[in-house]
């Protein structure tokens, strides 16, 4: 099926709105909450809210990529979640599977490449085979960059990366005195990609939950007040109209950042006369 195809006219006005109102997120990380309140709500079992979400996840997906959002992070199942009750667990490994085999070729024709952190050795054998096999896949594509956090938490990962870096320490590879964020990133799950400037969690919940603690630092935060089986292409451009209102200051005052964007603009102009001055030249 093609995502192209499949658009509305008003869908496609709406992005190209979106698309004008300022610079996109170059990177969106979301906390897909609520599925098991969202099945409750509806006397249904748990399950249903996670099959219900994976439609929210196709339409994310797709939207973002229509959008030209380069890299999306899906927060699908933290480390804790492992202790919840089995028969969750298994049926939620098994939607996994089945969404990843299901998906693998819509996803290649929209030209998405995959991605995965956390410890994915602790995933059951089928589905880490699976997920390895579609990453392989889709390597080639180079739209929107899917990233899916499985058997992830933020302190695993933090914790994993000192580990390592003790050892090149130990190797005599890297001088304690020698460590910097620069230095300290490569060692990360998340090394790829940038770091979110918008992060999304459904359900109304104001928590990281372990969530891309490191690379948080200075994301943008949004909570919907929807469940994410309800949080589909409509929820998330509020969102980003949300985030382009914010002013993102990094520590600095608004002056700064209008000084830069002045210095900016002039430097572009400039650019332009001599670039159309150049064309006359030659
Ligand atoms: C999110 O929905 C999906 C996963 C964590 C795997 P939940 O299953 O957490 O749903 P609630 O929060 O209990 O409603
Ligand atoms: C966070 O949701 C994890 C995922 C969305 C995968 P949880 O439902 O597990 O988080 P808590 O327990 O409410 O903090
Ligand atoms: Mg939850």
């Not at 609520?34 to 797709?62: C, F, L, Q, T, Y």
């Not at 996803?107 to 991605?115: A, K, Q």
């Amino acid at each position: 099926m093609d995502w192209l195809k499949t658009q509305d006219s008003k869908d496609r006005e709406l992005q190209a709105e979106l698309q004008q109102e300022g610079k996109l997120p170059q990177h969106i990380a979301i906390i897909m909450d609520g599925n098991g309140r969202w099945a409750k709500e509806r006397r249904m079992p748990r399950i249903e809210g996670h099959r219900s979400g994976v439609r929210s996840v196709k339409d994310i997906v797709e939207a973002c990529g229509q959008l030209g959002i380069s890299y999306l992070t899906l927060y699908a199942f933290s480390t804790e979640n492992w202790k919840r009750p089995k028969s969750e667990v298994v049926l939620l490994m098994g939607l996994l599977l089945h969404y990843l085999k299901s998906e693998l070729k819509e996803l290649d024709e929209n030209n998405v490449r995959l991605n995965a952190i956390g410890q994915l050795n602790a995933l059951p054998k089928n589905v880490a085979r699976q997920l390895h096999e579609s990453i392989d896949n889709l390597s080639d594509n180079t739209g929107l960059t899917l990233t899916l956090a499985l058997s992830y938490s933020g302190r695993w990962d933090i914790l994993r990366a000192v580990q390592t870096l003790a050892l090149d320490v130990r190797g005599g590879t890297l001088s304690p005195e020698d460590i910097t964020e620069e230095k300290f990133r490569p060692y990360l799950n998340t090394n790829d990609i940038p770091d979110p400037d918008l992060m999304i969690r459904t359900s109304g919940e104001m928590r990281l939950s372990n969530f891309l603690l490191w690379e948080m630092a200075y994301a943008e935060i949004y909570v919907a007040p929807v469940f994410w089986p309800q949080f589909r292409r409509d929820q998330l451009y509020e969102a980003i109209r949300n985030y382009l209102r914010r002013e993102r200051r990094f520590g600095k005052i608004s002056e700064q950042l209008l000084d830069a964007k002045e210095a900016n603009d002039k430097g572009s102009y400039v650019r332009k006369v001599l670039d159309i001055f150049s064309a006359k030249k030659s």
